[in-house]
C-alpha cells in the first residue's frame, strides 16, 4: 500500500533549521533511513520514528503514526549527536 504524507500537524514556517517538504521526503525515500516504532502506543496508529540522510545532508528525525491510509507527519527536526547515536546508528 502507498501511503500519502499529511502535512497537517507541522509548521515548517517557524522552523529554525529551515526543514522544507522536500527535505522530509528525501529522508522518507532513502533506502538507508532507519525505522523504528515507539513503544506505548496503539499499535494500529504505528507510531513511529524514522532518521536518516536529506538531500541537504544532514540527519532528519521524522515522528509519525499512521491515520486513514495517511502518514501523519507530527515533529520533524535535525538530529542532535546524542539522536544520532541512538536512532541511527543503534537503530
Known amino acids: 500500500m502507498d501511503l500519502g504524507l499529511d502535512f497537517s500537524q507541522l509548521n515548517l514556517s517557524s ?3 529551515g526543514i522544507t ?7 522518507l525515500s532513502n533506502e538507508k ?4 516504532e515507539i513503544e506505548g502506543y496503539p499499535r494500529e496508529e504505528f507510531y513511529s ?4 540522510y536529506s538531500n ?4 532528519l528525525l521524522i515522528a509519525s503514526r499512521l491515520m486513514r491510509e495517511k502518514r ?11 539522536e544520532l547515536q541512538q536512532y ?3 537503530g
Open 21 to 27: 517538504p522536500s527535505e522530509i521526503v528525501s529522508v
Open 88 to 90: 541511527y546508528c543503534e
Open 72 to 82: 501523519e507527519l507530527l515533529q520533524i527536526k535535525v538530529a542532535d549527536e546524542d
Open 15 to 17: 522552523d529554525p533549521d
Open 49 to 52: 520514528i524514522e532518521t536518516g
Open 33 to 36: 533511513s532507519k525505522l523504528r
Open 56 to 59: 541537504k545532508k544532514r540527519i
